[in-house]
């Protein structure tokens, strides 16, 4: 911190590791003692040159230097250069780092450091980056690009699967997306160069002060530095301790920077990434439907495709991890990778597929097996002339009930077939009958509560609240059909309106009782908003007024949810609350009990257990009566998330956090995301049933849900974001001839009060192979399910813990398929299985989401947020929420940033990868992971793109203030506009943008932390954990050796 | 005497008039020394007086009244209750033999000071109205209710509590929608809970987060100006809340009584108001529909298949809810009462509604019980009104939040009041150790009185032994009441009077009975008992009192009841108690406990003349052998060719005879020839709208034939003189089917009971 950055000059100077300057400076002197490595790994790293490059990847070094992204690289390189080679994993192969690390913190210096070295050092630095790099590369390293097919397993399966990335940096990547990658790669480098200087500057001042202490990797190299120049992440021997902190503040900054322009072989744009394997899958999908009766080679979840509902359920909404199911549990175990899936199960289709079909199958219901009473679907065979039907699921032969009888044409097939869709469809809706009906099913009502309360009000929350729920009800579509609406407001006592649309306006009663919670309304309390819109609407203008001069605090949300409880007992709705504060007064009131000293240690994970059970046992008396709760919550301090998240992850509801709410800034986020969630599809009192064929069972349920026996799901409440993940787990072996089934029926009631049962279904083949496994695998929905996995586990397992694990998964994976489908390629080669090669890269982003990263920085109502929010993540949104766009703006060609008339989708151009030294300081970035929307700016764009998009002439004269963007009668506002709407999810107007000048605004801290594949998060760069997992995995596949050091990274 | 003549002076009746000197000869002379004190008597001709009274030093606190001894030069008065001398204060110092100030003028023993201090807050109405009613009654109700406020003074401050299923509190200063505060109907909400809710009260005031009062209310309303407004700043909002006002809206099984909460609703508007205006006067009025069902307070179960209470229920303890509900509302009224708020009940409803059990929120705060079968009668209408009437210039006719002080010379000391009120806990050395009603105080609160309003004050003499007697020598009494006049200041209104002592022997004291006045103030006593102990044992102290008058005072020779006579001064006086006994106030059979309470409740308060007429209705006979005449209240008055008007004090009832009624139907009277007829007709319903007009609560108006099923009213309170059991004695009239005897029989009895000697 102290020392903002001094010029680059003194960098050099610097470079003994004492300096703290000297951190970076140390890297340009780079070639230190490449020697010791030799020993250690010899696998992978020893084999080629290049090999070293991982080393130093996996090793902090890299990453504090390249805080400064263009910059520190050539540094690096130089250091690594040297390093490279001995790439052993003990030894500080790469003093150079272990150089850096020492000054604990000098964030700015570095900055100024890189920048002169960089110059000087690249050639070699470069050289020596690449070497290592390289080595790493071909050793093991990174980027498997696609088309290697080097280490050439063995069948064309392992071929497809796997990549290998080339020693060489050979930007040629055999397969497409590698390919894609590397050329772009060249092309960065001046950039980052340029870049470096201005940034450098910026994060000097702005991020000293919130560089916190990053445990590992920097620490570890700091002491590092000077002794070995191999010693690997891994390692971490003594490292962890001192100087990180310093060390990992520059090193975030930096970090993108430094890796490119230097290290042609390891360049991080050969690593793959989710903008190449989208692209490239999107455009598999664009032309062609994908039929389902495939089973398998289904599209992306972030792709754009049209799915013809063949048999198979559309795979919006159950998306398994794999399309090959092993036959054994052993396979499985072999493979580490999971087998479930991930239902959704009123996922919304696309405009150019095929509604789901209803079927009314009359008073006796739809036909199931008698056994285990599975719905008739189009995997059950009927035999005997048509007279019996065998279950698909479970092989029961049941009879066909005589109205349902049908001859069989020659081939075994109902001659009716084409006309039942139950038969052809993989995805029906069934009536249900009074025997699925515990008690008669009505509209839902929507209950809108509002903490009225003085903060709420001073913060403009209520105001907000009002017009976004006015905007809901009346601004576009409106509710679901035949929803009802009802508003409470509450402060120390709950306020109920009566809505009657017999009235001139509403009625307020005030209920103080709150120790002893009622409803006092019989009639009235909720409405059709339609038939009192006079009522509803009046009352919304006048509640911010009403409560204008309020003065009470302590807003009573436990008794609003009972008062809930009361309301809608028997009818099911769902419960929109509104809160601002921790509740600390009337029934299920909480403590204060954030305790910084607790975060980032073992404790810490208490504060993720609800402190009493209030909520939870409300939320449960919730579910019973079909109510789910969506918990908006603008807290200004600590609200206890952990307990109050109950109520809508018990209730299946969704969970909205904006700290520090600003109406200016929020409004519109807030409003956007009321709306999506009104208005979406919306079901009641669900119940979920996945049936899967003999000798698998579901083992596990994840999600937002409540679970009275071990097979049925209870969903307060469905909507089309609703995604639950099931582990399976085998029972027996799986008779491999025959397809694997799977169905998941969903008991609800749409919100006009239809009692429904929506079936899906699948097949999929068995193998015996593992190589069909990987090569049949879904990285969407596995990591989405590893996700759901890993946070569950939060409240038992300390955090590191679960981060270890879920590296280790990644390795175990990758080794498996290493061991199993490439075992005959080098060993320094890393060889990732195509559908699983994006795994490190979105391994790493979990470990850095603020719901599992370390570092004592993460708010506890944030982590708390974020665990909901993996937990109840759909597979396309975990994607985005894994790997955030960035989209360049100022190359828009002409048919970007455009809606498609037919498709209503808008064309975006050409995305970035999420690293900063990829971005071009003459240019213009949307960043767009969780939501929210940021507009950066390069130091150098040009004035015109200013002008034309913000309507100012110069960087200075930008308004970032403004959090929306200006509506200026140029097509490049425009185009920018339909983009950002786009991006945010479609909400047409409502895009929220921050808009952030490099260099020139301190939020471009946050914007950084958000670049994936950069140094942050208490985390290391993309290369570098690839570099890790690379090392790791040759741990794991060298034949065990003399008594090799367990790795263990982190 | 001219006792009536005294009434209007003091308004004071007394049983005796001329004291017995001792404690033994007051006890035989077996009613006790006691007065019926009306203290808000109209006087019209004597204006208050405005400025502050004199007053004797401090433990005493007499004022300075005609009777007191007086030193002109020495600017000194003796007060003659403590006899301690007093000076007077600086501006009586022109005073003199020929310019004294009026309280010391012989014709001002009563006078009323106008004290120069308002109320802070002006007289506060809290309406708590019951929303379980059928469409209709709720209309008539909500009419009567708008119209009554523009019958409240523009300044008075109103508040509104409806409830049903629930209570609703509502809050009248919200501008932007009808607002609420709503309570469970079903919980007992104590002060503090209450002041917590709604953030009103002085405990609540300065906590942080209350609401900032505005500033344009007095400090003692302490953010209730919510709730309570000014008739005239919230009469649109309240008009409107009334008029939206619906029926309440929670589903009634048809097996089921509505809940109602009327428990719950008095406990929010008592704790509201005692939170919010403490000592400031106040009333209460309660509209119900009918009987309780839940909560506290309530005095029957919501289904329809548990009968409510009777007398019988009351008797053998086996209703679950009476006694429970009878603590609930007597600790409401003790509350209410003390913090000066009168509470009072309308009932609408043919069934009963629970005042037996209510009883005491309005007996003890001085309120009005009106018992009316539904909100649409007129009877309803007219007597809200009438609690709501003004005088000439623009004042309600009532008192607020009223303290009754007696004073007396040492000679009597306070057994009790039986009246509208609770005690005060005033303990002096007056108080005597033997209670009757209300004792063991000097001073009783009554939260609200009326011109009308009568106390009973009972005392005893002190004095053990014959003293030598001064002769002239009389005890004085005085009476102050303090109260909260309707125009907003306070008044004082003093009644001294002056009994002269006898001997116990002198045949002064028997010639000072005051007849009437006793047969109230002994009533009162027996009906006070007939509350708490069994009738029928009550009925024998009636009798054994009545046996020991006569043989005191009557004038026989022993064990000759032929010969027993009775001085002119006590003649009608067993013929009062006959009907006494007889009357509903003792007799609860055919009554509903409603009733009874109802009853009673009137019988308190009223003055002595509608007293009597309480206790012996009074018979007009109209017919055409001359003008109109008082007849005996006996079965033989009820003849073919005459026209009754029977007064109650409760019913009004014309009946027409046998003859009159058939010329009647055969339309007699629509033809010129037969005018008279016509007039004769006419002449009774004249006189009963008369007495209608001058009663409160209205009383049930009743038009009958003879042999009408309407006709029972009259000949349930006829004398029995001709019975199915007995021949006809005068002959005429007509028989009464009853087992009671009839007023001769128990003269007879008594006479030969009183001639026994000991008894």
Not at chain 2, 204 to 216: L, M, V
Not at chain 2, 223 to 248: K, N
Not at chain 2, 457 to 481: D, H, K, M
Not at chain 2, 623 to 652: C, N, Q
Request: charged share 20%.
């Amino acid at each position: 911190m102290g020392a903002p950055p001094p010029p680059p000059g003194s960098a050099p100077g610097a470079q003994r590791p004492p300096m703290h300057p000297g951190q970076r400076g140390p890297p340009p002197p780079p070639p230190p003692p490449p020697p010791s490595g030799g020993p250690r790994p010899p696998p992978g790293f020893p084999m080629q040159g290049a090999s070293p490059q991982y080393m130093p990847a996996p090793q902090p070094h890299h990453p504090q230097q390249f805080q400064q992204p263009s910059q520190q690289q050539p540094q690096h390189p130089g250091a690594q250069g040297s390093m490279m080679r001995p790439p052993q994993p003990p030894t500080a192969s790469p003093q150079n780092r272990g150089l850096p690390p020492m000054p604990p913190q000098q964030m700015s210096q570095p900055q100024q450091q890189h920048l002169p070295p960089q110059p000087q050092q690249n050639p070699h630095d470069g050289m020596a980056a690449l070497s290592n790099q390289m080595g790493g590369m071909s050793i093991g390293h990174p980027p498997p690009q696609p088309g290697m097919a080097s280490p050439p397993p063995t069948s064309q399966q392992k071929l497809r699967a796997r990549r290998v990335y080339p020693t060489a940096n050979s930007p040629t990547a055999a397969a497409p997306p590698a390919g894609g990658a590397m050329p772009g790669v060249s092309g960065y480098p001046p950039a980052a160069g340029t870049q470096a200087p201005g940034y450098p500057g910026a994060s000097a001042t702005g991020y000293a002060p919130s560089a916190g202490p990053q445990t590992f990797v920097p620490g570890a190299q700091a002491p590092a530095p000077v002794s070995a120049a191999g010693a690997g992440y891994a390692r971490g021997p003594g490292v962890p301790g001192s100087p990180p902190g310093v060390a990992q503040q520059q090193q975030q900054q930096a970090q993108p920077a430094p890796y490119e322009p230097p290290r042609p072989r390891i360049d991080p744009t050969q690593m793959p990434t989710p903008i190449s394997v989208h692209t490239h899958d999107q455009e598999i999908h664009n032309e062609k439907p994908y039929s389902t009766a495939l089973k398998t080679n289904i599209p992306m979840a972030s792709t754009n495709f049209t799915a013809i509902d063949d048999g198979n359920c559309n795979p919006r909404f159950v998306r398994l991890t794999m399309y090959s199911v092993p036959h054994t549990a052993e396979l499985l175990r072999a493979s580490h990778m999971p087998l479930g899936m991930v239902v959704q199960p009123l996922a919304d289709l696309a405009p150019t597929e095929e509604p789901v079909k209803l079927i009314d199958f009359g008073e006796e219901g739809p036909i199931r097996c008698l056994r285990c009473k599975t719905y008739i679907n189009p995997y059950m065979v009927f035999i005997n002339g048509g007279k019996h039907f065998v279950c698909n699921i479970c092989r029961h032969e049941n009879t066909v009930p005589d109205d349902y009888f049908c001859n069989l044409d020659m081939a075994g097939r109902r001659l009716d077939c084409e006309m039942r869709p139950e038969l052809r469809n993989g995805t029906v809706e069934f009536v249900a009958t009074k025997d699925f009906i515990a008690r008669e099913p009505v509209p839902a009502s929507f209950v809108f509560a509002i903490d009225v309360t003085w903060n709420a009000v001073q913060n403009g929350m209520v105001s907000q609240a009002a017009a976004a729920i006015k905007d809901a009800l009346y601004g576009g579509p409106g509710l679901p059909p035949g929803a009802r609406v009802a508003i409470i407001t509450y402060d120390r006592s709950a306020h109920f309106y009566s809505l009657s649309p017999l009235l001139d306006q509403a009625q307020m009663m005030v209920v103080p009782d709150i120790h002893d919670m009622f409803v006092p309304i019989n009639d009235g309390f909720d409405a059709d908003p339609i038939e009192s819109r006079h009522v509803i609407e009046g009352l919304l203008d006048a509640l911010p007024t009403m409560f204008a001069q309020n003065r009470t605090a302590e807003p009573v949300l436990g008794a609003v949810v009972q008062a809930a409880h009361e309301a809608l007992r028997s009818r099911g709705g769902k419960l929109l609350l509104f809160q601002t504060a921790l509740p600390t007064f009337g029934p299920g009131s909480l403590k204060q009990r954030d305790d910084p000293k607790l975060h980032n240690t073992d404790k810490e994970r208490t504060l993720y257990e609800p402190q009493d059970s209030f909520y939870h046992d409300w939320a449960v008396k919730l579910v019973e009566e079909g109510i789910s709760c969506n918990l908006y919550t603008f807290p200004s301090a600590y609200m206890d998330l952990a307990t109050l998240s109950q109520l809508s992850t018990v209730t299946s509801g969704e969970l909205y956090s904006y700290p520090g709410f600003d109406a200016g800034r929020d409004g519109k986020r807030f409003a956007a995301d009321l709306r999506a969630d009104v208005q979406r599809t919306y079901g009641t009192n669900a119940v979920l049933r996945i049936r899967t064929s003999d000798g698998l069972r579901v083992d596990e349920h994840y999600g937002n849900l409540y679970m009275r026996n071990h097979v049925d799901v209870e969903l307060a409440g469905v909507s089309s974001d609703t995604a639950i993940g099931a582990l399976l787990q085998y029972d027996e072996k799986l008779d491999e001839k025959q397809d694997v089934y799977f169905q998941a029926a969903l008991l609800y009631t749409t919100s006009d009060g239809q009692r429904r049962i929506r079936v899906h279904n699948l097949a999929v083949p068995c193998t015996t192979l593992i190589g069909s496994m990987f090569r049949n695998s879904e990285i969407d929905a596995s990591m989405n399910l590893i996700a759901k996995m890993a946070v569950a586990e939060a409240q038992t397992t300390p955090l590191k813990a679960i981060r270890d694990k879920l590296s280790d998964r990644c390795v175990q994976i990758l080794t498996a398929y290493r061991r199993n489908c490439a075992s005959g390629s080098s060993p320094g080669q890393l060889i990732l299985p195509e559908a699983y090669k994006l795994s490190p890269l979105y391994t790493l982003s979990l470990l850095k989401s603020p719901a599992l990263r370390g570092g004592a920085d993460v708010p506890i109502d944030q982590r708390t947020f974020h665990m909901y929010l993996l937990r109840q993540l759909s597979v396309p949104k975990s994607v985005r929420y894994f790997y955030p766009t960035v989209a360049p703006l100022h190359t828009l060609g002409e048919s970007e940033g455009v809606v498609d008339e037919s498709t209503g989708i808008v064309s975006l151009p050409e995305l970035s990868r999420a690293s900063y030294a990829m971005l071009n300081p003459a240019g213009a970035y949307f960043l767009s992971g969780d939501g929210s929307l940021v507009f950066w700016l390069g130091r150098q764009v040009p004035p015109q793109f200013l002008q034309e998009a913000l309507g100012a002439s110069s960087l200075e004269q930008v308004d970032v203030k403004q959090h929306a963007l200006p509506e200026l009668d140029t097509a490049l506002s425009r185009k920018i506009r339909t983009i950002a709407d786009q991006l945010v999810g479609n909400r047409a107007g409502f895009a929220y943008v921050q808009i952030i000048r490099q260099g020139m605004d301190q939020a471009e801290v946050q914007f950084a932390s958000k670049l994936i594949e950069d140094r942050n998060n208490d985390n290391m760069t993309y290369v570098d954990y690839v570099c890790a997992v690379h090392r790791q995995i040759q741990v794991e596949v060298r034949p065990k050796g003399p008594a090799e050091p367990k790795w263990s990274y982190n | 005497m001219d006792f009536e003549a005294i009434e209007d002076q003091d308004g004071v009746r007394c049983s005796w008039n001329v004291l017995p000197n001792t404690r033994i000869e007051a006890t035989r002379g077996v009613v006790p020394v006691s007065a019926l004190y009306t203290p808000l008597k109209e006087r019209p001709e004597q204006p208050p007086i405005r400025y502050e009274p004199v007053m004797c030093k401090v433990p005493c606190r007499a004022v300075l009244n005609p009777y007191c001894q007086i030193d002109v030069r020495g600017k000194l008065w003796i007060c003659p209750f403590c006899l301690q001398r007093n000076q007077f204060p600086p501006h009586y110092k022109d005073i003199s033999a020929h310019n004294l100030p009026p309280e010391l003028l012989p014709r001002f023993t009563t006078i009323e000071y106008e004290l120069p201090r308002r109320s802070p807050v002006p007289p506060v109405f809290m309406f708590v109205v019951d929303t379980c009613l059928p469409e209709d009654e709720l209309k008539a109700l909500k009419d009567s209710l708008i119209l009554a406020l523009s019958l409240v003074p523009a300044n008075a401050l109103v508040g509104l509590i409806t409830f049903g299923t629930m209570v609703q509190l509502h809050e009248l200063g919200h501008q932007d929608c009808p607002k609420s505060y709503v309570f469970r109907g079903t919980k007992d909400y104590n002060v503090k809970q209450i002041q917590e809710m709604l953030g009103i009260g002085s405990s609540i005031r300065n906590q942080p987060g209350a609401p900032q009062a505005a500033q344009s209310m007095p400090q003692q309303t302490y953010g209730a100006d919510r709730f309570v407004q000014p008739v005239e700043q919230c009469e649109f909002t309240l008009t409107s809340i009334l008029e939206q006002l619906q029926r309440d809206p929670w589903p009634v099984a048809s097996d089921r009584r509505p809940l109602r909460s009327t428990g719950a609703a008095m406990a929010v508007a008592v704790g509201m108001m005692e939170s919010a205006f403490p000592n400031a006067g106040g009333r209460i009025m309660l509209f119900c529909g009918g009987p309780a069902t839940q909560g506290p307070g309530m005095v029957v179960g919501p289904e329809l298949k548990e009968p409510i209470r009777s007398h019988h229920d009351i008797d053998k303890e086996s209703d679950r809810h009476y006694r429970k509900a009878i603590k609930f509302y007597e600790g409401l009224a003790r509350r209410a009462a003390a913090s000066g708020h009168a509470m009072d009940i309308f009932s609408g409803c043919l069934d009963q509604v629970g005042l037996a059990e209510m009883k005491s929120m309005v007996n003890w705060s001085g309120g009005s019980m009106v018992l009316t079968d539904s909100f649409v009668t007129a009877i309803f209408k007219q007597s809200f009104q009438r609690v709501l009437e003004k005088d000439e210039s623009g004042n309600l006719q009532m008192g607020f939040n009223a303290t009754l002080e007696v004073q007396t010379t040492k000679e009597l000391k306070v057994c009790g009041m039986i009246g509208p009120g609770i005690s005060a806990n005033k303990k002096s050395a007056m108080v005597s150790d033997s209670e009757i009603g209300i004792g063991g105080t000097t001073a009783w609160r009554m939260a609200a009185l009326n011109s009308r309003t009568t106390v009973g004050i009972y005392f005893e003499v002190a004095n053990q032994q014959s003293q030598a007697l001064q002769p002239g020598s009389r005890g004085l009494i005085q009476f102050a009441t303090m109260y909260q006049h309707a125009g907003g200041d306070y008044r004082m209104r003093v009644t001294t009077i002056a009994r002269s002592w006898a001997e116990g022997a002198s045949p002064d004291i028997p010639a000072s009975f005051d007849q009437e006045a006793a047969a109230v103030l002994m009533s009162r006593i027996a009906v006070y008992r007939a509350e708490q102990e069994e009738v029928g044992d009550v009925l024998r102290w009636l009798d054994r009192m009545l046996i020991r008058l006569c043989q005191k005072f009557g004038d026989y020779r022993r064990d000759d009841p032929a010969s027993f006579r009775l001085a002119p001064s006590f003649s009608i006086y067993p013929q009062f108690m006959y009907h006494l006994r007889r009357s509903q106030f003792l007799q609860v059979f055919n009554s509903s406990p409603d009733e009874t309470a109802f009853y009673r409740h009137c019988l308190f308060r009223e003055d002595t003349t509608n007293s009597l007429t309480m206790i012996q209705p009074s018979l007009m006979s109209y017919g055409f052998e001359g003008p109109p005449a008082p007849v005996l209240l006996d079965s033989v008055s009820m003849k073919p060719d005459v026209i009754l008007v029977l007064d109650t004090f409760f019913h009004i009832l014309i009946w027409h005879g046998e003859t009159i009624a058939e010329w009647r139907k055969a339309g007699y009277h629509e033809q010129p020839e037969y005018e008279n007829l016509k007039l004769l007709l006419e002449a009774p319903v004249v006189d009963a709208q008369g007495l209608l007009v001058e009663r409160m609560p209205v009383p049930r108006y009743i038009v009958c034939d003879q042999n009408g099923s309407q006709a029972r009213f009259l000949v349930s309170k006829l004398n029995p003189s001709t019975s199915y059991s007995s021949a006809n004695q005068y002959g005429g009239g007509e028989a009464v089917l009853t087992d009671d005897v009839n007023v001769s029989t128990f003269l007879s009895a008594l006479s030969g009971l009183a001639v026994k000697g000991a008894s």
